[in-house]
């Protein structure tokens, strides 16, 4: 009796160990659920953990929409088997950031806070590719999109208020360190995982004599507002003399100005490359 007791407690204490590891930790459950749940195909765990706005982009640049990742039995490049990493970086109390990374392989999962709990807004996946030749404009390209204008209507103050401050870090050198954060993390397909803001140099100065190309436009963009202080984005954008790709961001407001918080550019491995034709 006594050992059906200890082993009855033993599993007791273990339950209500994990629901407190839970409770501390909402995002990280959810996710480990949502990634196994993608493993084994659980629709039921997927609907609840979804987003309605969810997006998904593959290793290949393909943008993928709630619907068609149910329908297409997409699984994670990067779920929670193996050897794994992962860094969460947490924005207000509405936006946690969470990076998966296993060799070459990157994942960006986007939780946000709903009504009705933690939900997956947004995943971009990259798998780090060499980068060939660079076809680098011969003249000047000056930033008119996205330092001047873009194409996106803001729906509110915030919205307003972190493009105006991303629009000014593609300005220049300097404002890039103004409004890019310590702890950002960039991953792009070509060139793979940058060293945080405080443990890298700043973009060079142009050398005198070279072609002044500004930053790479915006052809679309999508932003979602969480509370006072942190917008998430997604846009595609041609890179000059290079293939187009998806960018995901968070931009939070923090040390008395908004700041890029995260950045992923995932190329699309269909597109073409842009070149830009000199004086249009």
Same mark, same amino acid.
């Given at each position: ?18 629901? $407190?590891?839970?409770?501390?930790? @909402?995002?990280?459950? #959810? ?7 993608? *493993?084994? !195909? =659980? ?17 290949? $640049?393909?943008?993928?929409?709630? @619907?068609?990742?149910? #329908? ?7 779920? *929670?088997? !193996? =050897? ?197």
């Amino acid at each position: 009796m006594r050992k059906k007791l200890a082993i009855f407690t033993w599993v007791v204490g273990a339950l209500l160990s994990w629901e $407190g590891r839970a409770a501390d930790d @909402p995002v990280g459950s #959810a996710d480990k659920a949502l990634m196994a749940a993608f *493993e084994k !195909g =659980d629709k039921a765990v997927i609907n609840k953990l979804l987003d309605s706005d969810f997006t998904w982009i593959d290793h290949d $640049g393909v943008m993928v929409f709630r @619907p068609d990742a149910l #329908a297409l039995g997409m699984k994670p490049l990067v779920g *929670e088997n !193996g =050897d794994v990493e992962i860094v969460k970086h947490p924005y207000g109390d509405q936006v946690v950031w969470l990076q998966a990374h296993s060799g070459k392989n990157f994942a960006s999962r986007f939780w946000v806070k709903r009504p009705e709990g933690w939900r997956l807004l947004h995943t971009s996946e990259i798998a780090v590719l060499e980068r060939g030749e660079r076809i680098r404009p011969t003249y000047d390209i000056p930033c008119v999109n996205p330092c001047k204008q873009l194409p996106i209507r803001t729906v509110d103050q915030v919205q307003e208020a972190a493009m105006a401050n991303w629009q000014e870090q593609e300005s220049g050198r300097q404002f890039w360190m103004k409004h890019v954060a310590d702890d950002n993390q960039t991953v792009s397909t070509y060139g793979g995982q940058t060293l945080p803001k405080k443990d890298r140099p700043a973009p060079p100065e142009p050398k005198p004599g070279t072609p002044q190309v500004g930053a790479t436009p915006v052809l679309f963009a999508r932003l979602w507002t969480f509370g006072p202080e942190t917008v998430v984005m997604i846009s595609c954008q041609p890179s000059y003399g290079e293939k187009a790709y998806w960018a995901s961001r968070v931009f939070h407001y923090q040390h008395g100005t908004w700041q890029m918080a995260e950045s992923y550019h995932n190329t699309i491995a269909a597109s073409g490359i842009m070149t830009e034709v000199q004086g249009k």
